[in-house]
């Protein structure tokens, strides 16, 4: 079977630790090169992963003519730059959440990437699990009635690691763009529309270059529907997702990571009735790469197009904004 040949831009913890491995794990796809900017660490990387090639800049990686993909796991104020090289040299790109600092940003992105006839991707590996299908079927069908609202958590303690990426706020730092992006990108995916407004409130640390360490929003939907979110990175951890029906709801109690077998299982709340759905134990990392290689082959349609990571951004954008300020914004779709 043909692989698609990947090269990774970086030695990022999401990399070693999830991506590299999912890749690996795929029906689709071999890790062919991987690069940073100090030859000794990529040449380590390589070793400890079984890559063949390593690189000590990331123009040598992109310039490969053996390499048909890139995965971008750098901070997130370099995506829009490595990402747009990355598709002028002909190579299809998976960039990690979130796609980039603001939305106009990933605009560019996307232009560039179709410009070049390029397959583009923002990394968010949950939504590729077959349990999102399991229950967007059970919201539709009725059974836990009308959908009246959505609460979405994802936060994470880590304020000590001073010199983490994430709070640097000119290198696109801070809880909404690391973890809130979740949460906001599951709310559009289940509804299966955009929002219209958000107001948000952050808790700015001075400590951690002013980047919002925590935030809590409400976002408005068409048809009386919100979803209630909050997002840290100085809080306990929590990584859950429930919607709420008329009849009933549906529990989620890992809804983003699911690192054990059981984890990814859900639990149907209806009257009195309590029913565990239980999901079979995927590499989500895996079945994201599987579908990006997918699409970069022409054999079907990314599941996620593209604009998807323009939308999302948007998002992203008005809580900030929002925040900041200390107001409602109006979302313009």
């Not at 940073?36 to 992963?49: D, P, Y």
């Not at 100085?234 to 077998?261: C, D, K, M, Y």
């Not at 565990?276 to 790469?289: G, M, T």
Request: aromatic content about 8%; some cysteine.
């Amino acid at each position: 079977m043909t692989k698609l040949r990947w090269g990774i831009l970086g030695c990022a913890n999401i990399a070693i630790r999830a991506c590299i491995p999912g890749i690996q794990q795929s029906q689709t796809g071999i890790v062919s090169a991987i690069a940073s900017r100090n030859l000794q660490k990529s040449q380590e990387t390589a070793a400890k992963l079984d890559i063949p090639k390593a690189y000590g800049s990331y123009e040598e990686l992109i310039e490969d003519p053996d390499i048909d993909a890139l995965y971008i796991p750098l901070p997130n104020h370099l995506h829009k730059e490595w990402t747009i090289r990355a598709a002028q040299a002909g190579k299809h790109v998976l960039c990690e959440k979130p796609a980039s600092l603001t939305a106009d940003d990933v605009q560019e992105m996307v232009t560039a990437c179709e410009q070049a006839g390029v397959v583009f991707a923002e990394a968010f590996m949950y939504r590729h699990h077959p349990r999102y299908e399991r229950i967007k079927a059970i919201m539709d069908s009725g059974e836990i009635g009308d959908i009246r609202g959505i609460h979405g958590v994802f936060t994470f303690s880590n304020p000590g690691d001073s010199k983490n990426v994430r709070y640097v706020r000119e290198w696109g730092g801070g809880s909404a763009y690391d973890v809130g992006c979740y949460p906001l990108s599951a709310a559009r995916m289940l509804l299966g529309r955009e929002p219209e407004a958000v107001t948000t409130h952050a808790f700015f640390s001075p400590e951690h270059d002013d980047v919002d360490m925590m935030m809590s929003g409400l976002v408005e939907f068409s048809g009386n529907v919100a979803l209630t979110f909050d997002c840290g990175m100085w809080a306990a951890f929590r990584n859950t997702l429930e919607i709420v029906g008329a009849h009933g709801r549906i529990e989620v109690p890992s809804a983003f990571v699911t690192p054990t077998e059981e984890s990814g299982n859900f639990i149907v709340h209806v009257k009195n009735e309590r029913r565990e759905e239980k999901v079979p134990f995927l590499n989500q990392y895996a079945l994201q790469a599987d579908d990006m290689a997918y699409a970069a082959w022409g054999e079907r349609a990314p599941r996620f197009p593209a604009s998807d990571a323009i939308k999302n951004l948007k998002v992203i954008d008005a809580c900030l904004k929002s925040a900041r300020d200390r107001s409602r914004i109006v979302i313009n779709q």
